[in-house]
């Protein structure tokens, strides 16, 4: 069987494999629009949004005495009070103190859990538990599926002005007072649901779930319900605006592909998974390959390391505190830059990289150089088009006092000389796109 390893000493190295992948597996198993995106994109904010997320995540469930021990020994969070109704964003690092990834983590009974998210964090724990002495297990792992049969259940989001009013009419009556990331149930269409708050768009709502047979009716509920609300289905178009919007990155590059630190993970990984079909892509030089692996304080997540146990990472951890980091910000791109970039795809200009609406979606991991009077100051995430902001806009990783500054910075935009091998990627030529930070982000 080939590993993720022998893939990257194949390719020659792991920025190779990543910026050549021939995998173009980059899309939701879902319709691209139900209606159209840009009203799909502005009842997220203006009357309701309603998201099907039961196909697209990966699931991990594990059970036994030693599962809380160990997703504590390999996470970044506290688990001192953990226990059933409980949920967190739960983020795994490697020795070295860099982010691998993050999944939602449910339980809903002792010492058994559920993770929800992206392959890596996944595979990082599984691999842990198969070489450590836990007494636990996985009792299911879930892949993507465009099927609602294949999955153990179905996952709905309702969030947005008119959500609460939506839930409680399909409820019946008032729903429990659920807090922030707390767990609670109520019933949808005679169905006991469980339901998490996380609120990712800063708007009223629940996230919630249930065995999948269940799916079809609940789903038929809710959108009757919603009808006269404005609700509207979520395609996949739209999926990763409301993650830019809310200021989650979900496209960090997880830090595994390099290092002695993961060897042996890469090792134990078949190359047939995600990580291995993955594709990297954007105008961040190849050769500081290694620039982009982030600590989780530089995307947001410092708040929520706890030194209160014992970690993978802990010590790297504790030795960056106090020094100087880099924080995540969100960019407001110039229109008037990108109105180039698409005026180039008409008469005799030379083409820059195409961007497409409301993703410039060409890669898995999109990481674009940023500067600041001609010096490399961060990286810039994945571009979208913000409804509610009528501008481009993407999350960046910045140096400290550039992301704490007002002002401008310059995102370069596509790949130098022409661009990789990738299928998604035509012949294409480099802009410089003028961004600014936001304000409200950079006080936050």
Excluded at 9 to 14: D, E, I, L, T
Aim: with cysteine; aromatic share 12%.
């Amino acid at each position: 069987m080939q590993t993720l390893e022998s893939r990257i000493a194949q390719a020659g190295s792991a920025a190779q494999m990543l910026y050549h992948s021939q995998d173009q597996s980059v899309t939701f198993p879902l319709p691209a629009e139900f209606t159209n995106w840009r009203d799909e994109q502005e009842a997220w904010h203006k009357t309701a949004a309603f998201q099907d997320m039961s196909f697209h995540m990966f699931e991990l469930v594990l059970e036994g005495p030693d599962t809380i021990r160990l997703l504590s020994d390999f996470g970044i969070n506290s688990f001192a009070r953990f226990g059933p109704m409980q949920a967190k964003q739960y983020v795994v690092c490697n020795s070295d103190g860099f982010y691998i990834g993050d999944a939602i983590l449910t339980c809903e009974e002792p010492d058994k859990v559920c993770l929800v998210g992206k392959s890596a964090a996944l595979h990082w724990i599984r691999f842990q538990l198969e070489r450590g002495h836990y007494d636990a297990k996985v009792t299911h792992f879930g892949t993507p599926s465009p099927r609602l049969s294949d999955r153990r259940l179905f996952r709905y989001q309702v969030q947005g002005p008119a959500a609460l009013r939506i839930l409680e009419e399909v409820h019946g009556g008032p729903l429990p007072d659920i807090g922030f990331f707390k767990m609670g149930r109520f019933t949808l269409a005679g169905h006991e649901v469980t339901a998490l708050n996380h609120r990712m768009s800063g708007a009223p709502g629940f996230e919630f779930w249930g065995p999948s047979e269940w799916g079809p009716a609940v789903k038929e509920a809710i959108l009757a319900a919603g009808r006269k609300y404005g609700l509207r289905q979520i395609g996949a178009k739209v999926f990763r605006v409301t993650a830019m919007e809310s200021g989650w990155i979900g496209t960090a590059l997880p830090a595994i592909y390099t290092g002695e630190a993961t060897r042996a993970f890469r090792e134990w990984l078949p190359a047939d998974t995600f990580e291995g079909r993955a594709s990297f892509g954007g105008s961040f030089p190849l050769d500081d390959f290694e620039e982009l692996y982030v600590r989780p304080s530089e995307i947001g997540y410092g708040f929520m390391t706890k030194f209160d146990h014992e970690f993978c990472g802990r010590a790297a951890l504790e030795k960056a505190m106090g020094k100087p980091i880099r924080k995540k910000v969100r960019l407001i791109w110039n229109s008037d830059d990108v109105l180039g970039v698409h005026a180039s795809m008409y008469g005799e200009n030379e083409r820059a990289k195409y961007m497409e609406m409301p993703v410039a979606n060409y890669a898995n991991f999109l990481a674009d150089e940023v500067t600041k009077d001609g010096r490399r100051v961060g990286f810039s995430l994945l571009p979208v088009y913000s409804a509610a902001a009528r501008a481009w806009i993407s999350l960046a990783v910045l140096d400290e006092k550039i992301a704490d500054s007002a002002g401008e910075v310059v995102v370069t935009w596509g790949e130098p000389d022409g661009g990789s091998t990738k299928p998604g990627v035509e012949r294409h030529v480099q802009r410089a796109i003028r961004a600014r930070i936001e304000e409200a982000v950079r006080r936050a």
